[in-house]
């Protein structure tokens, strides 16, 4: 490909995001999804090289796609001149993607590192089995969320007891503004509020 077709086809790749992202086209971004999925997921198996993450790497590129159409809008498309930009914020999103996955999975593990702790005494089994209660809470927890922002504020909230406006500060590429972080908090904990798997789980733990 020459200089001049380079430019031609960076050019009609930056009028394709820009029909994504300014015009809100679901289309356009099924044919980003389409045209660039391959090397969303080589930059993810190459954070998967790197991070603890069990994760599939097609599966982090996609909700690492999903959380740059979530954070962009048209007022943002500004900020990016051309399209190496764009796709460097695409690969941005994967790493951060990745992050969150080797965080969560992280969580996870000491949580069940703790559960399988051998039971050396009898007044150590009902310590274990609050830690076994606690992984399948947990688990269950993260199933009840239903995208990105609820899964990192989820995170953020009860592993490492931040608020809101803490959070916001730490993520505001994902949150349009801290209104939005309080907004998907009180949705996401009324769900789990009235989900009668989490009541259920809850009540065997505290149960005589």
Same mark, same amino acid.
């Given at each position: ?11 009609e790749g930056y009028r394709l995001f820009q029909k994504a992202i300014v015009d809100r086209s679901a289309e ?18 190459h954070c998967c090289a790197r991070m603890p993450i069990n994760e599939p790497a097609a599966d982090i590129a ?10 962009l809008s048209p007022t943002h498309f500004a900020s990016f001149p051309d399209l190496r930009s764009l796709l460097?914020?695409? +690969?941005?999103?994967?790493?951060? %993607?990745?992050? !969150?996955?080797? $965080?969560?999975?992280?969580?996870? @593990?000491?949580?069940?590192? #703790? ?23 947990? +688990?269950?927890?993260?199933?009840? %969320?239903?995208? !990105?922002?609820? $899964?990192?504020?989820?995170?953020? @909230?009860?592993?490492?007891? #931040? ?46």
């Amino acid at each position: 490909m020459t200089s001049s077709e380079d430019t031609a086809a960076d050019l009609e790749g930056y009028r394709l995001f820009q029909k994504a992202i300014v015009d809100r086209s679901a289309e356009a971004w099924a044919t980003i999804a389409d045209r660039y999925r391959r090397v969303l997921v080589a930059w993810a198996n190459h954070c998967c090289a790197r991070m603890p993450i069990n994760e599939p790497a097609a599966d982090i590129a996609d909700r690492a796609l999903a959380r740059a159409w979530a954070a962009l809008s048209p007022t943002h498309f500004a900020s990016f001149p051309d399209l190496r930009s764009l796709l460097a914020y695409l +690969r941005t999103c994967v790493t951060a %993607t990745s992050i !969150d996955y080797a $965080r969560e999975q992280a969580a996870l @593990s000491r949580i069940e590192q #703790l559960a399988q702790h051998e039971v050396v005494s009898p007044p150590c089994e009902q310590a274990v089995l609050e830690k076994l209660h606690l992984a399948d809470l947990w +688990r269950l927890l993260l199933e009840t %969320t239903m995208n !990105d922002q609820e $899964r990192l504020i989820l995170r953020e @909230s009860l592993l490492y007891a #931040l608020p809101p406006r803490a959070i916001y500060a730490r993520h505001a590429d994902q949150f349009s503004d801290i209104t939005q972080v309080y907004r998907t908090k009180r949705n996401l904990f009324n769900r789990l509020q009235h989900n009668h798997a989490i009541h259920r789980l809850c009540h065997d733990e505290i149960a005589p």
